[in-house]
């Protein structure tokens, strides 16, 4: 599901691109060919952070039950319908986020903690963050 949120964030990029922000992924494994298949549906740098330290001193996972979760198998069948297929390689239970940082002493100015897998982003509250950066 996360290869649908890129897809979607990477749809930004024209605006983000005329506003001067940057789009970055960070991700936590490469596993095989995982962060080359994920390139095509994320069009901003993608960096490999393998000792885990944007995910914070405590990292937010979801196990086995999070399958019994109504949400998630929702997100799935979305995601697949848009044509999305995952990827089951790799640990794959730490959740997500989406942070919208901005310069100098702005600090954060967006910040999405998935709940669940699958628990997007809203893209509008995206460009209202960006917004508020200055160019």
Known sequence: MCREEAAELSSLKPQLDKLGVPLYAVVKEDVGTEVQNFRPYFK????????????????????????????????????????????????????????????????????????????????SDVLQAVRQIPQ
Not at 64 to 75: D, I, T
Request: net charge positive; glycine share 18%; charged share 30%.
């Open 44 to 123: 901003g740098e993608i960096f490999l952070d393998e000792k885990r330290r944007f995910y914070g001193p405590r990292e937010r996972k979801m196990g086995l039950l999070a399958f019994m979760r109504l949400g998630v198998w929702l997100s799935g069948v979305r995601a697949f319908r848009k044509g999305f297929i995952g990827n089951v390689l790799g640990e794959g239970f730490v959740l997500g986020g989406v942070f919208v940082i901005g310069r100098g002493k702005q600090g954060i100015l967006l910040e999405h903690r998935e709940k669940e897998f699958g628990d997007k982003v809203n893209i």
